[in-house]
């Protein structure tokens, strides 16, 4: 379901809303897989973004665990051309020069100006070189967006990869702040990240995933039945988990609802592939599982005996015209039957008995001129 998740930053914003995030989230023993799936994510993006089918007319993303070439060949091996990345893409490069330590170095040895946080490396590549400014960060990454060919109101949407890797610049307020103050801004159609939720504390991950309104987990395909944890020293669970991987994405709707969607993300070459999950979601070790003494499949035998079996609120015809009895019998229908007569009818209340009764309560009106109990005015006897 991770197409769902690409449509909805595909459709961009509504007016008077801010614009739609994924937090995209994964743990240290699927961390390859989670970084292939920001990948996917935003080559998908950036491609409908060239192809005009998104209301994007560009992506910027903001690289600070792989370099800018990573991305680009990303996008490459999904379908784009180079006219199309310097026409959709743009790139912050903060993973050459964080710090600008490298630059400061050069500028000593040749006695140059090191004071501009940004430089350009390439025609979509751009150097920030002081990451922990998060204010420049933000009017760095708005400047690259608007810089996208268009008429009318120009959009575009950002990649944050990742927010492991500001935290440890930043503070988590200040980062939560550029968040809020990038999904609110007017020109920004949608926005998603990365986060390693197993490098920092449940608050700090909770806080990141209320600012967004799609959460995408990726989790590892085997652990252990009984820890809860990868094994330990076992090569063909950490090949498979770095093949496999669970993934599970809430959608939160503007209704307020949450949908949520399960896959698999298996590796397919360069780039991963979302096939749908199997009804095993764990491999568990049969040997811990307990074994009963008792089956709780029904047979064909006993599964024809409860369907013969006569149930208490059921009428049972019997083959004969089923007749509801009221507890009375009328005198007009006494009149029509020929073989009524006072003997029969005597005949009929010994026989009734005699007969066993089974918890059955029988009733015969003494005459026509009694009035039902359901009809009878309690008051009728009071001279009013």
């Known amino acids: 379901m991770a197409d769902a998740a690409v449509r909805c930053l595909r459709d961009g914003r509504l ?38 089918k998104a209301q994007a007319r560009g992506l910027v993303v903001v690289a600070f665990d792989r370099s800018p070439e990573v991305y680009l060949d990303a996008m490459l091996r999904h379908g784009l051309d180079s006219n199309a990345l310097s026409r959709c893409v743009r790139i912050l490069d903060c993973y050459s020069d964080p710090l600008g330590w490298k630059k400061n170095i050069r500028s000593q040895q040749h006695h140059e100006d090191s004071g501009t946080p940004c430089s350009s490396n390439k025609g979509n590549i751009t150097i920030f070189r002081s990451v922990k400014d998060v204010d420049k960060l933000s009017c760095s990454i708005i400047d690259l967006g608007r810089g996208f060919e268009g008429e009318g109101k120009t959009y575009f949407s950002v990649a944050l990869d990742s927010i492991s890797s500001m935290l440890r610049h930043a503070s988590v307020q200040s980062i939560s702040g550029l968040l809020s103050n990038l999904r609110s801004h007017d020109q920004i ?58 993934f599970h994405v809430r959608l939160k709707r503007r209704n307020g609802r949450v949908k949520h969607l399960h896959e698999e993300l298996c590796v397919e070459g360069y780039d991963v592939k979302f096939v749908s999950a199997t009804s095993v979601s764990m491999e568990v070790n ?6 009963v003494q ?3 499949e ?31 019998r009328s005198l007009p229908e006494a009149r029509q039957d020929l073989n009524f007569t006072t003997a029969a009818l005597l005949d009929e209340t010994e026989a009734l008995k005699s007969a066993d009764t089974k918890g059955e309560i ?3 009106r003494d005459s026509d001129d009694e009035r039902p109990d359901s009809d009878e005015d309690p008051d009728d006897d009071l001279d009013i």
Not at 286 to 291: A, D, N, R
């Open 286 to 291: 049969q040997s811990l599982l307990p074994k």
């Open 294 to 296: 008792f089956n709780l």
């Open 15 to 52: 007016d008077g809303e801010h614009a739609p995030a994924l937090a995209v989230e994964g743990s240290l023993q699927c961390c390859p897989l989670a970084a292939r799936a920001m990948l996917h994510v935003a080559a998908a993006v950036a491609s409908n973004a060239a192809a005009g």
């Open 362 to 364: 029988h009733y015969l």
């Open 298 to 328: 029904l047979s064909e035998k006993e599964r024809s005996d409860r369907a013969n079996v006569v149930l208490p609120f059921e009428h049972q015809g019997k083959g004969e015209p089923i007749r509801i009895y009221d507890g009375r």
């Open 189 to 246: 159609s949608s926005i998603f990240w990365l986060m390693h939720s197993d490098l920092h504390e449940t608050k700090f991950s909770r806080a990141f995933e209320c600012l967004s309104t799609m959460v995408a987990c990726v989790e590892p395909e085997v652990v252990d039945s009984v820890y809860g944890e990868e094994r330990r020293g076992d090569m063909s669970f950490l090949e498979h988990n770095y093949s496999k991987a669970k």
